[in-house]
C-alpha cells in the first residue's frame, strides 16, 4: 500500500504516525495492498481557497476528501481490487482549534480527521443521520482499536 504524506502547512505534525494510522484504517476495511493513498496537510489559506473551490462554503475546514477510484472496503468473502484511493487534505491549524474545544491534543485531532477523510474516500458519508451514526460509530471503534494496537490510549 503506497501512502503518501506531504506537510506543506508548516505546522509541526507526526507524519508517520498519520501515516502508520492510514495503513491501519486501510487494512481494516480490506483494502488492497496496491492501492494508493495521498494525504496533504495545508495551511489555514490554502484549505480556505480549497474549501471554496471544492464546498463553495467560506472559510477554511479541517479536512477535505478527494475520492478516485471509488474503492469500497471488501467484504470478508471478496478480494480487494487495487486502485487509487484518492486525497486527504487537512488543516493543522483548524485541528488545532477544535482540539482545545474538545479537550484534546492536536495529535489525537489530526488523527481523528485522518480517519475521517479515510472513510469518506471509502464511501462513508454523514450527510443523513443514519449514515451519521455508521460512520462516526465506524470513525470511533478505528480510533479505539488503532490505539489499542499501539500500546494504549490517549
Not at 105 to 129: R, V
Not at 132 to 141: C, G, R
Request: hydrophobic fraction near 40%.
Amino acid at each position: 500500500m503506497t501512502i503518501e504524506v506531504n506537510n506543506e502547512s508548516g505546522a509541526e505534525v507526526d507524519e508517520k504516525t498519520l501515516s502508520d494510522l492510514a495503513r491501519f484504517v486501510l487494512d481494516h476495511q480490506r483494502i488492497h495492498p496496491l492501492a494508493e493513498l495521498a494525504v496533504l496537510l495545508v495551511d489555514t489559506d490554502t484549505m480556505e481557497q480549497l474549501h471554496v473551490q471544492w464546498m463553495d462554503e467560506p472559510g477554511p475546514t479541517d479536512v477535505l476528501s478527494f475520492p478516485m477510484d471509488e474503492l469500497r472496503p471488501t467484504p470478508d468473502d471478496a478480494e480487494p481490487e487495487p486502485g487509487l484511493l484518492g486525497d486527504v487534505v487537512l488543516c493543522p491549524d483548524v485541528a488545532a482549534t477544535q482540539a482545545k474545544a474538545a479537550g484534546h491534543s492536536t495529535a489525537d485531532e489530526l488523527e481523528l480527521l485522518t480517519a475521517h477523510g479515510i472513510l469518506h474516500l471509502l464511501g462513508y458519508d454523514h450527510a443523513e443521520p443514519e449514515e451519521e451514526k455508521e460512520m462516526f460509530a465506524l470513525q470511533k471503534q478505528l480510533l479505539i482499536d488503532w490505539r489499542t494496537a499501539r500500546g494504549g490510549g490517549r
